[in-house]
């Protein structure tokens, strides 16, 4: 297909469509309102059902009940919205359901700015609600990905009956950029577990996260973690771009990771190497990508580029496990570090080493 | 000799956890033989709540949800959405429906969401050991209102059904109670016509069940009976709210 | 002639049945306990029941058959 | 070289939309290209402004800090983006509703009538295309018949009879940056 | 004063009003359900309010206000309670507000179960809301020191102006165990800051945290960070247990960490020497005290003991950075690991030393 | 010559950063002058929504909180208990109470909570740009219902007046517009009495304010005011829905 | 007599007060531009001005003040 | 020594008030002591059981999993907790109620027909403290006294008629230890 040029909320909605989307549940908030209003459009068109819920938390449980139902259906938020959302999360885990949460992140805490941030990474990676349990989150840095991710994500949720994060931000959501729609006929899978109505002599199908028995919570959870080690092993996404003898390796991800980008370059012209490694899950994260290059001789440190005050460090630091110093430089509330700015944290950094 | 009575096909063969006498029991079997009458239990699907009925799921013969607290409206509608062919009902308790879960009850209502609500009115928090819900009633003594229940801080007993029979979206909304043989026998017609108004898609019904807790109320099952009659039901008056034709 | 059955080991002794039979025939059987603990309901005097199968109504653990 | 361009003035003036019909033209002449607007609630009734960055290299940051043109349609955008202008960067102004003149020596500035040109077609919301014509005489960043093409997209068949318009004001901001150089 | 028993929930609730909280907001939830009965009973008697919210997002928007009005408040909940106040949380975090937040955890994700665990520390220490913030975490380990607790947490709330969540589980709540209440004086701190009354001629007062300029919003976050540093150099609380030649040190906080204790006996008898940190302060985490031990040549190892799949080790893998492996053993959903168990696990960590 | 008509010294001198011809505007000085004229400014303390109106905490002259969205009336709940010889009074707009807050209003009115609310209804969300609100009339175009409101599939927009008039704990409800000067007039005394009530301890006492937003709906302010009185009164009828002596 | 003052700069030219007044004599002054940038209301036969302060009642922006 | 016992019954046979008075008494001897309840839905009607641990070591975990102690008042109670007696452990069980013996041959038990005893001192509730009398006899954790003292501290004062007929139930139990051993 030929490329068009879409507003990242826009190119996350139509990617949705052409995966098969077809039920979507949300709450207005800036800044990713193009989302539903694309789907309010766009879905009555395709034999869909776009429904703006009375709020977050009814949407995440009209979610819940689609996708129990069989249903691909997704939502889509921002921050103070998916801090609502958190019990429904947890739910939809315990019921091993599958679907896609949008969170275009924007400046907190409480009702903070509507300016592009990353600080909900702790909230989305480390599970901002109740009880053990994990979601895969997936981070583009363009539009192009972010489509691409869309109907990824969907499979995976899918695949493994479990929630999947795309995590964008105020940025990502508004700009855009060109995107192409690659032709993908998507198979929806058989969901033979879905109340679909119980036919005489079939299993009947429950929805549920509720086991009173402990062994019997341990043994789901159990279950849960057995995914979650499946996903470790065959999800893991990461971009490694100019690590080879680079000296500091910065880590980004989404918006940061484009602007480290034009350091890297920046940093070249001055003759300084820096490469960037980009998680694009953020969970599972790539551990040992930076397990690799930490152990790389020429690596001397690295340095987690963020727009909040230091979240997605923790992981480099569990990563790296203290075999290479791993520093930090963020802005947060909105503000966008700067190229400039970066570059004279490198300059510092290397004069410590 | 011909069964004149007999469990439902549309219940499980699992004994209830209900304590003695709590009339939820009665409730499950008449929402269980309307979906047998109606002959729709192969395309119903239900939605428990979060309260003492939260085992719904294991006892109800057909698929079922497990909703969080409070959001079986969302989580009904949700499924309705996607299967509007099938039949979606909801149960929930006072607690469940009234307190925490206002907000979802009044819009799935107001959007006249095509869904069987079964709401049961037992004045109190059953499951979590007997707090005050919206609906207990002034100067009810429960572990959160140690002194009586107080209109001057905690307000009134909310007439959920009354309060629902404003919107627009509702096709029908009956209040019935389980006291006596009498009120169970309407109790069960309501039950069943607010499956059959689901069927004819006329929009959202609600039968609100007033009920009884006997465990959390400090009394005997037939005590509690009584003081449903002689209590609940003067401030809660029994018969149709609403019904559009 | 009618009849009705308990599932006894179903019953849990809530005494409800007893309250709304117009026979008064249904009673709790004071002399057994079933596995839950309780003395569980019974009909004694069988032949006066008329079917109405108002106990089995009543019932909250649907113990009771009634046959006609 | 890259083209990184701040376009900015009133909701309304059509800032927005001038942005993202660069953009497209730059998407379909093969360039990378990103496009970024400010949101948020100081919009309402306030300035607006778009970032667009035309490029044969990688597009890193969609933000422009550092401009190599700026297109101001009103007072406050060019008390606001005369400054984020690079050495010897362009800076074309609307001096149909700007007065006052740019404080930089280091830069190429174009002052464009584009409110009167435009009353003149008989448009006057063809005011930001006339910027554009001039943008694009002395930048040549894409070509008047890609900003066409684009707009063709971008209207739908039932607007097809605003595209002579439209390429009218083009041409006349064109015509000016011609006669002055 | 003598020594009474008491059950977890109604000391913390005593304690609560001995410490001059006198607004309590909550919504029923098993298994912290005493608290609410204890002040529901007891608050009208020293002229409190205590008020059953309709749900537990109303009830932490009431402590909200009640905060802002100047009172010294509190909310109590359990897992999926304490998700749906995450919003709130934030939002009392951004409006620099002091309360105090109680989670009486249970098993999770979704409904999960109602027997103790401890896998919402995720959720406590690294922020399940929204944005860039923290809150003071204290993880009591004995009804005496969920006393203690409670009165300091109120102190440090109000300190910082922040909220301070005390972290308990189902078995903390329900136990009994004989407990001091200490004589204290509470000296309440004047609140210039609290919305009683704009008297003219004072400035107004108002509470909020929306800072729509991001320049304007980075700056807010950086005060609440640099209100952090302080925290993390005055507030960190942790207690070492036999940890002096210790070969293994167990980490372990709250319930577990009184296993820990039989588990270290237990191995003290069979001549293997364990030490125990447990961290009382989840946040502030007791980075330092980790790295000591982690630099002392006796100690090979270090064991996370968790009701949850894992959450805190991270926190002690970031601290000791590698020194030393860090070990990792928890069951969850309500199960309660066995002293038996853990000192096999023990053994095996001592057998690949 | 004497001021007839001045700003209000429960204002602050912040210019408002409405849209032009919002009558947000309008309500704002209404209820300073409210404020004014019952002497109260230094007692009173105003919680602000999320909504067009989040910044009411930067124009009304008295302590303010911001709450989060839809959470206003359980903030003032809040303040309230605390300060139960204060005034406080909640400005929510449509979204706010009618949607996310549901619950929270159904609640702080049926506890008749001694508040005061100003309910702005504009049939629309206008802080996030135009998505369908619960009050958005059948038919009205929003980028959330592109095709219009459906009543088959949204529901009927919802009349929040009359079902809070259900309700036992409140005290005073009246809805009333700001479309033409005698309206306007019926509002101001309309908000003075929500505050009296509140002074008199009465319980709960809401305004709904029928507004315009003219960014939103596609129309100049004075096509707005027309659209209002021709399209949202007669869904919407003026006058008191509840008043208790 | 009666004047009306407008607080010039404040006006969004929304035009709301020239269409209650009863006098008519509240118009939008073209020839002028506010520093927001709009034509900001203005009365130019003031001498017909009754003070009824429809005007300023009207105005959402709290523009105009009114004497009698 | 450190006494580990588990209290288990029907909801109403007064298990849990068992186990605090226990607690309690040993509190008040200077003991380091713990009352753990079961919680949870089960109890609607099941069986309720409680762990008492009374030491004068530090108190670890308050969750019994070794008891040196289980007292009995049903029979679910027998069947669940019978196994997790410590070798040469004691078993008190109710006899009113519990039809069956043991089936473990390492470990001391005790049948108190615990009901037949409160019905002849009329009041069928003090069962409990039959069965503590014959504990306390056995193990002398706490002094009888000191469990009178802690009944008087939970009655009040408006219960005081109360305390003769406890105290008598727990003589009849002990007596019934005495007789036998
Ligand atoms: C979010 C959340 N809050 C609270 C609870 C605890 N909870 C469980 S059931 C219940 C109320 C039950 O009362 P009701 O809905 O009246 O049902 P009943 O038990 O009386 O039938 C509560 C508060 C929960 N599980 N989840
Ligand atoms: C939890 C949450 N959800 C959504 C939003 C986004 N939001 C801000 S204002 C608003 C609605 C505004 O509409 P309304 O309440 O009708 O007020 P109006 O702007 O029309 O005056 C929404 C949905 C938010 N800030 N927080
Ligand atoms: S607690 Fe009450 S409502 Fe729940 S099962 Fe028992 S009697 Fe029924
Ligand atoms: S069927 Fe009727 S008559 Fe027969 S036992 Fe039951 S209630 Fe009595
Ligand atoms: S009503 Fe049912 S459960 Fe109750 S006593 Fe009779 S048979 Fe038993
Ligand atoms: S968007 Fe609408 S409601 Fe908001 S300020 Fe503008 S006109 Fe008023
Ligand atoms: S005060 Fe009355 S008469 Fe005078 S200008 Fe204003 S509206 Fe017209
Ligand atoms: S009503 Fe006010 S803002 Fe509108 S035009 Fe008149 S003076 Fe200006
Ligand atoms: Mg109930
Ligand atoms: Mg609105």
Redesign the pocket.
């Known amino acids: 297909m030929a490329k068009v040029l879409m507003k990242g909320n826009e190119a996350i909605a139509e990617a949705a469509i052409q995966a098969g989307c077809r039920y979507f549940f949300g709450y207005p908030i800036t800044p990713q309102n193009e989302i539903p209003a694309y789907m309010a459009k766009m879905l009555p068109k395709v034999g869909g059902c776009f429904l703006q819920a009375e709020s977050e938390i009814s949407a995440i449980n009209m979610v819940y009940g689609a996708a129990g139902a069989g249903a691909r259906v997704m939502t889509s938020s921002s921050s103070p919205g998916i801090s609502l959302k958190q019990e429904g999360i947890s739910y939809i885990v315990g019921a091993e359901l599958p679907c896609l949460i949008v969170n275009i992140v924007r400046g907190g805490p409480g009702l903070g700015g509507i300016q592009p941030a990353q600080s909900d990474y702790f909230q989305a990676v480390k599970g901002g609600g109740h009880g053990d349990y994990h979601m895969v989150v997936l981070a583009p840095s363009s539009i192009q990905e972010m489509v691409d991710l869309v109907t990824d994500g969907f499979d995976i949720a899918d695949k493994y009956r479990n929630p999947v994060m795309i995590l964008g931000d105020g940025m990502l959501g508004q700009m855009m950029e060109p995107v192409e729609f690659r032709e993908k006929k998507t198979i929806l899978p058989e969901k033979p577990w879905a109340t679909t109505g119980n036919k005489e002599g079939k299993p009947r199908n429950i929805i549920n996260s509720l086991f009173i028995d402990p062994q019997g919570l341990e043994d789901h959870v159990l279950k849960l973690y057995k995914k979650y080690d499946e996903m470790k092993e065959n999800e893991v996404r990461v971009e490694c771009y100019n690590c080879e003898d680079a000296e500091i390796i910065i880590a980004a991800y989404g918006t940061m990771a484009r602007i480290a980008k034009n350091v890297i370059q920046m940093a070249e012209e001055q003759g300084i190497k820096i490469g960037l490694i980009r998680p694009i899950t953020l969970w599972p994260f790539p551990v040992d990508t930076f397990k690799k290059w930490a152990d790389s001789h020429h690596v001397k440190a690295f340095l987690s580029l963020e727009m909040s005050m230091g979240q997605m460090v923790e992981d480099i630091r569990l990563s790296v496990d203290g075999a290479k110093p791993v520093h930090f430089y963020g802005r947060t509330g909105g503000m966008v570090p700067t190229p400039k700015a970066i570059l004279e944290e490198i300059k510092k950094i290397r004069e410590g080493i | 000799m011909a069964k004149v009575f007999e469990k439902p096909k549309a219940l499980t063969d699992k004994p209830f956890?209900?304590?003695p006498?709590?009339?939820?029991g009665i409730v499950h079997c008449l929402v269980a033989e309307a979906i047998d009458e109606l002959g729709i239990r192969e395309k119903t699907v239900g939605v428990a709540p979060v309260?003492?009925a939260v085992f719904a799921y294991d006892y109800f013969n057909c698929d079922m949800h497990e909703a969080a607290h409070g959001r079986a409206p969302a989580v009904a509608t949700g499924i309705k959405r996607v299967l509007p062919d099938n039949v979606v009902f909801t149960y929930q308790?006072d607690g469940d429906l009234a307190s925490i879960g206002a907000a979802e009850i009044v819009h799935a209502a107001n959007r006249g969401e095509r869904l069987t609500t079964i709401f049961i009115n037992?004045a109190?928090y059953?499951?979590t050991?007997?707090q005050m819900a919206p609906t207990s009633l002034v100067g009810q003594v429960t572990t959160t209102s140690p002194y009586g229940r107080s209109a001057d801080t905690e307000g009134h007993p909310i007439r959920v059904s009354e309060m629902l029979a404003t919107l627009e979206g509702v096709a029908y909304i009956e209040r019935v109670s389980v006291h006596d043989i009498k009120n169970i026998n309407r109790a069960k017609k309501a039950i069943k016509k607010a499956f059959e108004i689901q069927l004819e898609g006329k929009g959202f019904a609600l039968v609100e069940v007033l009920?009884?807790?006997?465990?959390?109320?400090g009394m005997t099952p037939i005590e509690a009976l009584r003081w449903l009659e002689t209590n609940m039901i003067p401030y809660y008056p029994l018969g149709v709210k609403k019904e559009v034709e | 002639m009618a009849k009705v059955t308990f599932n006894e080991d179903l019953c849990k002794g809530c005494e409800l049945c007893t309250t709304v039979c117009p026979k008064n025939i249904v009673i709790m059987d004071k002399h057994r306990i079933n596995s839950k603990g309780y003395h569980p309901a019974t009909v004694e005097e069988m032949d006066k029941c008329i079917g109405c199968a108002f106990c089995a109504r009543i019932c909250p653990d649907v113990v009771i058959e009634v046959e006609k | 070289m890259a083209h990184e361009v701040i376009i900015s003035g009133f909701g309304g003036q059509g800032v927005m939309s001038l942005g993202q019909l660069l953009t497209y033209a730059g998407m379909l002449e093969g360039k990378n290209v990103s496009w970024l607007p400010s949101y948020g609630p100081e919009m309402r009734g306030g300035t607006a402004n778009c970032s667009v960055i035309i490029t044969d290299e990688l597009v890193g940051s969609p933000i422009v800090t550092e401009a190599t043109a700026v297109i101001a349609m009103n007072l406050p955008s060019l008390e606001k983006f005369e400054k984020t202008i690079l050495a010897e960067g362009l800076l074309i102004i609307n001096s149909s509703l700007v007065d006052s003149k740019t404080t930089r020596d280091d830069i190429d500035v174009i002052y464009i009538p584009a409110n009167e040109i435009a009353d003149e077609l008989g448009n006057n919301r063809v005011a930001n295309m006339v910027m554009l014509g001039a943008y694009l005489e002395k930048t040549r960043v894409v070509s008047p018949d890609s900003i066409i093409e684009s707009l063709r997209e971008v209207l739908g068949h039932s607007k097809e009879h605003l595209v002579p318009v439209n390429q009218e004001a083009l041409k006349r901001g064109a015509q000016l940056v011609k006669n002055k150089g």
Do not use: E, K, L, V
């Open positions: 956890h209900y304590c006498g709590c009339t939820h309260g003492c308790g037992n109190i059953g499951m050991g007997g009920s009884t807790c006997p465990t959390n109320w």
